[in-house]
């Protein structure tokens, strides 16, 4: 069964140490961004961008920056923009 709305799950586990999952659903084929962002709103971590058909999806963030670096503890958002659908959820990083 095809999903019948746009959905972004909180992230499990949160907060997390090591990985978090991060759970969405597409109703309908589009191109699509899913982020992280610091606090202050700046792009650490580009998880997703690339076309997808509906369906269900699963992606983990392990905490690491774009360079590969590891980021600090604290509070940081994930957002999904799937064409005119954006929501974005908090998820925390404790080291």
């Known amino acids: 069964v095809l999903p019948g709305v746009f959905e972004l ?3 499990y586990p949160n907060p997390f140490n090591a990985q978090t999952l991060i759970s969405y659903q597409l109703p ?7 982020t ?3 606090i202050a709103g700046q792009p650490v971590k580009r998880l997703v961008n690339e076309v997808q058909l509906s369906g269900t999806y699963q992606t983990t963030w392990d905490g690491m920056d774009e360079e590969g ?4 503890s604290g ?13 974005t959820r908090r998820l925390v990083l404790l080291k």
């Open 75 to 87: 509070v940081y958002v994930y957002r999904l923009q799937a064409g005119f659908y954006e929501q």
């Open 69 to 72: 670096k590891s980021v600090g």
């Open 36 to 38: 992280i962002y610091n």
């Open 9 to 11: 799950w909180p992230n």
């Open 28 to 34: 309908q084929k589009g191109a699509v961004k899913l």
